[in-house]
Each structure stands twice: as C-alpha cells, then as structure tokens.
C-alpha cells in the first residue's frame, strides 16, 4: 500500500514538473557574476556585451532568453591578494599544498623536489601578478 501511494504521489508530482518543462523548454536565463578586479562600469559593459550576444546567436533559435546578474565588489588590495593565494592553495593537489605549506612555514624541504620548486615558482607568480593587477587598478583609480 505505501508503495502504491508513493507511485502516485510521484507521478502527480512528475506530472506537474513536465507541464512546467514544457512551458519553460524554450527559454534560457543568463546570470553573470563578474570575476575579481571588475569595477562597475566593466561590469555593466561585460552584462551588455552578454546580452548582444544572446541576442545574435538565441533569437534566431527560438529561445527566449533572460540576462540579469549581480556585481561582486573587489575586496581590499591586501584581501584579493590573500584571496588568490586561497584560492591557489585550495586548487593545488595534495603534493603541491604539502610543498606551499613548507614555503609559507619557512620550511626549505620544499626544494628537495622539483615539483615543490615548480609548484611555490607558479604559487608566487600567481600572487605576484595579482598584486600587479591591483596595484593597475588603484593607480587607474586614484588618475581617473
């Protein structure tokens, strides 16, 4: 018995999620989240850009696409910078975090393989041009 009303309670259920996919099947919504280091006015210009190009390639398909999103505001210089570090720390494989771990830890047995010299080499080159990028952007703020 408690199998024959869980049938039919997902049948009914199944049911109403066709109906809906149905009416929904041609339309498409896009939302765009910016990446780091994007001010407004970039961001409005990627969100149009997004739109122009749904507009070229979906209408002419038959979908009915939505583009909205929301602007993820840049954290302080020193934030993003320990954010991309984060990130690349998060991203690396079990060896490589082993290796970033002895680096930041003033440990130098991270240079006992080339791997661990490779992986802190890209590890700081990544935070580098982070930083690099920061220091673009607030320059570019305080001259505007």
């Not at 024959?4 to 498409?28: H, K, M």
């Not at 999103?69 to 991309?84: C, D, F, K, L, P």
Request: glycine share 4%.
């Amino acid at each position: 018995m408690k199998r024959i009303f869980a049938a039919s309670v997902l049948t009914a259920c199944s049911t109403g999620a066709i109906a809906a996919c149905e009416t929904n099947v041609d339309r498409v919504e896009i939302f765009y989240i910016n990446g780091m280091f994007t001010d407004w006015s970039s961001y409005r210009a990627n969100l149009q850009a997004i739109e122009e190009f749904v507009q070229s390639y979906l209408y002419g398909w038959g979908f009915s696409p939505t583009v909205h999103g929301a602007h993820n505001e840049s954290e302080n210089a020193i934030s993003q910078v320990i954010e991309v570090a984060r990130q690349k720390f998060e991203d690396a494989n079990a060896s490589a975090q082993l290796a970033i771990k002895q680096f930041l830890n003033n440990d130098p047995e991270y240079v006992n393989t080339p791997e661990g010299v490779a992986t802190v080499q890209e590890f700081l080159a990544d935070i580098n041009s982070a930083y690099t990028t920061i220091l673009a952007e607030a320059e570019g703020r305080v001259f505007q």
